[in-house]
């Protein structure tokens, strides 16, 4: 008959657990080493007795296992980081995907669409958001109205204060007139009026001159006869 088995927990008698520990550590230090020898691994036991003793191999040097062992730690940690907020970021995109599909649905939800798994109470509940929103679309529009008739208010108020301002203008531009009863004259009546009087004084002018290049002739042909009718007579003598 084999060994009956041997329940795992802390040995209470002091002589007991001691015999154990001292015939497992041996036990343990033995299959280390083998495992060195036979897998060509690099293997290190350390073992602290209740008291404190160290008892330890190592088939490579003990500093050389540690020293490795630092170095392996040190190069995995990054990994181990890059490994852990990868399986955050993806546990957060699942978490987002399955946020969006609660959304698209409650969207064709509010569209009327796809509502044969709802309740009545659900479809109440879902009637008195419609009811809600409505009424909020309604005031914002009611509100946008309201702006843009001011607007048009202070725009027309605008326009009265300048036509106001053109007319005051006007009227301090009527006092510069001698007469009042005749209005000012526009941009194209002046003008028409200055072109006339400019043409009626050239065609003056060259009525005048032509007047006086006329006498000038006569006089120079009457004075001409008068000469020779001088030079003819004999009682001039």
Do not use: W
């Amino acid at each position: 008959m084999g060994r009956g088995k041997i329940e795992i927990k802390r040995i209470e008698n002091s002589n007991s657990r001691q015999v154990t520990f001292s015939k497992r550590r041996t036990g343990l230090l033995k299959k280390a080493q083998e495992l060195a020898i036979l897998c060509d691994a690099e293997v290190a036991v350390i073992i602290f007795s209740n008291t404190g003793k160290l008892f330890e191999f190592s088939s490579s040097g003990m500093k050389r296992t540690l020293s490795r062992y630092k170095k392996c730690l040190d190069s995995t940690e990054p990994a181990r980081v890059e490994h852990k907020a990868e399986k955050q970021d993806s546990k957060e995109v699942d978490n987002l995907k399955e946020e969006i599909v609660k959304l698209q649905a409650k969207q064709l939800m509010l569209l009327g669409h796809d509502l044969t798994g709802l309740s009545l109470k659900e479809l109440q509940h879902l009637e008195q958001q419609l009811n809600e929103g409505l009424l909020c679309v309604k005031e914002k529009k009611e509100h946008l109205l309201m702006e843009q008739l001011e607007q048009s208010r202070v725009q027309e108020q605008r326009a009265m204060l300048e036509n106001e301002t053109l007319r005051r203008q006007v009227e301090e531009l009527r006092c510069f007139f001698p007469s009042t009863d005749h209005s000012v004259p526009t941009y194209h009546e002046y003008y028409s009026m200055e072109r006339k009087h400019s043409l009626g004084s050239a065609s003056a002018d060259i009525a005048c001159n032509c007047s006086t290049e006329k006498g000038d002739s006569d006089t120079t042909l009457h004075l001409g006869y008068a000469t020779g009718l001088m030079l003819l007579d004999p009682s001039a003598d």
